[in-house]
């Protein structure tokens, strides 16, 4: 079974300075893919950017980048130039290509950037 | 399109009340899933459905009941609602699940069982 383990609890960022979230990952898949998710404190769960196994180049959008090292099984997240919209629960997720359809997640980062 | 729609958006049961969380999607996705979410857990998969008349157990499954009738719906079920069940609820679509696309997720129903 897929594991996602996300080791902080909770971080703190200025506003304007860069920030990495970690996440590491069991499976036994080849093929499968990454995910961070964003939760505001308005509940609502927004993709923030996704990654693809077998790609070797790390995904970017905008201000937000992963490190993705395939052999070590991590998936860690910089947020650069934080800014105040940026606090939010974060979670890792991992999802397999093959036959298993479920979506597993880590127990999430609490982010607070402070002005 | 409205998205994901969930509703209720907050229920508050007693022990041993049965109910129906809903949700629909109106972008014609293939894939629908339920999770909770906990404090300190994140999300975990109740039930989820490859498509209408399929449907299969997630992490958690144990209490709760799902059908897929059509495309656009995919109602769980609370039969005998426990304190334990106390938790939020997300609903969640994607266009396939081949490849994986992004999951769109419901805004959540939040329910407390006394």
């Known amino acids: 079974a897929q594991t996602v383990t996300q080791s902080q609890p909770e971080m703190s960022v200025q506003e304007a300075e860069t920030v990495t979230l970690s996440c590491t990952y069991d499976t036994s898949e080849s093929n499968y893919y990454l995910f961070w998710y964003k939760q505001p404190p308005s509940r609502q769960m927004i993709l923030v950017i996704r990654?693809?196994?077998?790609?070797?180049q790390n995904a970017t959008e905008n201000r937000f980048s992963v490190n993705f090292q395939k052999a070590a099984k991590s998936f860690s997240l910089k947020i650069s130039d934080s800014q105040l919209g940026d606090t939010a629960m974060y979670f890792c997720a991992h999802y397999s290509g093959g036959s298993n359809y479920k979506l597993t997640f880590g127990k999430g980062t609490l982010l607070t950037v402070n002005p | 399109n409205a998205g994901v729609t969930q509703t209720p958006k907050f229920q508050v049961l007693k022990t041993g009340q049965s109910m129906t969380l809903q949700c629909a999607q109106d972008m014609n996705h293939e894939y629908m899933s339920w999770y909770r979410q906990d404090p300190g857990m994140g999300l975990r998969l109740i039930h989820y459905?490859?498509?209408?008349?399929?449907?299969d157990q997630g992490e958690v499954p144990n209490g709760y009941n799902v059908s897929r009738s059509t495309t656009e719906d995919f109602p769980l079920r609370l039969l005998s609602a426990a304190p334990s069940q106390t938790s939020v609820y997300f609903c969640a679509s994607s266009y396939s699940v081949r490849g994986h696309n992004e999951q769109f997720f419901g805004p959540g129903t939040r329910l407390t069982v006394l």
């Open positions: 990654q693809e196994a077998y790609k070797q």
């Open positions: 459905s490859v498509g209408a008349g399929i449907t």
